[in-house]
């Protein structure tokens, strides 16, 4: 199992110059396998290849690379939306490039398929999951006029593992709120 470092009482340079664990001073970083891994491509592609989630070959390998930087592009923009000024403005954004870019991509190719690539979960499987929940956190009702979308979720989400996942009181973390923010701001101001 891993899990994202989280200190809410130190700053990151006090925790670099204690333990040297944030190899650039930033986070995330992961624990798994005796190692703490920082960098999200290199964590993710970690992960990937030890769960045999990044395909057969190395077209597939390409596809599901594709795909999760699209989304990485996407959920980025969601993520870092609690710090900034103009709110509505980033919204109204971030909702119109999810249904004129991103979500028509991922419907095309659902229909008529389970997963996106190769017919069997795929790293880039879990990121969408993962970004269609940040949507509708943001923006209720964002994927009904993406059916194949909604019911890969609806897919994804009856996985036991990901069931389990999603139940409250569960590592995945809540939307940021203020108390968060603050943190945040506060840690990274020193």
């Not at 040297?20 to 995330?28: N, Y």
Request: glycine share 6%; with cysteine; aromatic share 8%.
């Amino acid at each position: 199992m891993f899990h994202y470092w989280e200190c809410p009482a130190l700053s990151a340079s006090s925790v670099v110059s204690a333990d040297g664990d944030l190899m650039f001073q930033q986070v995330p970083m992961v624990e798994i396998d005796g190692m703490k891994l920082v960098q999200t491509k290199a964590i993710l592609k970690y992960i990937a290849e030890k769960y045999n989630l990044h395909g057969k070959d190395p077209k597939d390998r390409v596809m599901i690379n594709m795909y999760s930087e699209g989304l990485i592009d996407l959920m980025e923009m969601i993520l870092v939306l609690p710090f900034s000024t103009d709110v509505a403005e980033k919204l109204e954004n971030i909702q119109t490039k999810a249904k004129e870019r991103y979500l028509p991509v991922f419907e095309k190719v659902l229909s008529g398929h389970i997963y996106l690539v190769g017919g069997k979960i795929s790293c880039a499987d879990v990121q969408l999951l993962e970004c269609t929940l940040m949507l509708e956190e943001n923006f209720t009702g964002i994927l009904a006029d993406f059916p194949n979308v909604k019911a890969f979720q609806g897919r994804m989400t009856q996985l036991p593992t990901v069931k389990k996942f999603l139940q409250p009181g569960s590592k995945r973390k809540p939307p940021a709120d203020a108390n968060y923010v603050k943190t945040i701001m506060e840690v990274f101001s020193r």
